[in-house]
């Protein structure tokens, strides 16, 4: 049996998604008529505090959609050094939205705001104006970790008082607000527009959401259109989605107790080393003690049943998720112990 802790996306719909599936009333959404859609789609813009919401195919689909909103080409979009956004969309921020990235390094996924504001373009005909900041919480390169409330509300306020508006890649937002035993809006209040993964720890198979206000969701259901995604009777992956927002979020903080039973069983190990601080589902570890690579490490553990991905040369992560017991989290430790 493989434990696969390569991510939280290998979760499979659970009976009660596949049922609502088989179940779901379906209808034509590029005709705004799947009245599952609607449903999961009011419901989302509820629990995200935003005025409405859309459905997509993918987190990358939301924030690409988000910046060819926001933005026209030749603007300049803030955002952190390794965000998802600027590290794993393929460039497409520049393929596709015709933007320019300006990063800005940040602390555990938290960039300072006193940084933002200073690179902030000023107006003068040499230089290309600011259309976005992205912030992205919990930041997947900075090991899940969540970037405090109080840091959002600060790079919220310089954007507002300079007419930029935010854009929350949320793809892991749910465990932010389980970690932190808040609400999403909590975070989305700080946001002008947010994208949430409903095919991460939520389990279901596919889809992610935007939201924003009506203006940015018409704006933005036609850049789905442009980009192919807009999707026919829809209610059919729609559903269990609807299952995931209803019954998935809480149980997330058994994924954190997984995460902190690993890391805290791996920090026992010799040559291994936890090198994030475990807020949500996910570990990050360095092998280099090891005397090996992290794909070198990914391929002796591969050997023994467990499943991880790189994550830098050395660094190696493990995500844990509804798809993985306590018990394969027992028996991960117990061969990392031997390898
Ligand atoms: C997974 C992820 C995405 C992209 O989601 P896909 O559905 O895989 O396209 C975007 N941002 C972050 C932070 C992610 O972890």
């Not at 039973?261 to 475990?278: E, R």
Request: glycine share 10%; charged share 20%; proline share 3%.
């Amino acid at each position: 049996m493989v434990i696969d802790l390569r991510s939280d996306t290998v979760t499979k719909p659970t009976e009660e998604m596949r049922k609502a599936a088989y179940e779901a009333e379906v209808g034509d959404d590029v005709y705004v008529e799947d009245p599952t859609v609607r449903k999961l789609e009011e419901m989302a813009a509820e629990m995200l505090g935003k005025e409405e919401a859309l459905f997509v195919t993918s987190g990358t689909q939301g924030n690409q959609m988000a910046v060819l909103t926001h933005c026209v080409p030749g603007n300049e979009i803030l955002l952190e050094e390794e965000s998802h956004i600027f590290y794993y969309e393929g460039g497409a921020i520049s393929a596709f939205a015709g933007v320019q990235p300006r990063t800005i390094k940040g602390t555990r996924g938290a960039m300072s705001p006193t940084m933002i504001e200073t690179a902030i373009r000023g107006d003068d005909i040499h230089l290309p104006e600011t259309g976005l900041i992205c912030v992205e919480n919990t930041h997947n390169r900075a090991g899940g970790a969540i970037v405090p409330l109080e840091n959002m509300a600060r790079i919220y306020d310089v954007a507002t008082s300079n007419n930029i508006p935010v854009h929350l890649d949320g793809a892991r937002l749910f465990n932010a607000a389980v970690g932190l035993g808040c609400s999403l809006k909590d975070f989305t209040q700080y946001t002008t527009t947010v994208q949430v993964c409903l095919s991460k720890g939520l389990g279901a198979p596919v889809g992610s959401i935007i939201a924003g206000d009506k203006n940015f969701i018409s704006r933005a259901r036609k850049w789905r259109k442009r980009l192919g995604g807009g999707l026919r009777q829809v209610g059919i992956i729609a559903a269990p989605g609807i299952v995931a927002l209803s019954s998935m979020i809480d149980r997330l903080s058994e994924d954190h107790d997984k995460a902190k039973k690993l890391s805290d069983g791996i920090s026992m190990i010799q040559g291994l080393t936890v090198v994030n601080q475990v807020d949500t589902n996910i570990v990050l570890v360095d092998v280099a003690k090891k005397g090996v690579t992290s794909v070198e490490f990914i391929e002796k553990l591969k050997e023994h049943g467990i499943l991880a991905v790189p994550f830098g040369q050395t660094v190696v992560r493990f995500t844990t998720h509804y798809d993985v017991t306590n018990e394969q989290i027992e028996s991960a430790l117990n061969i990392l112990n031997q390898c």
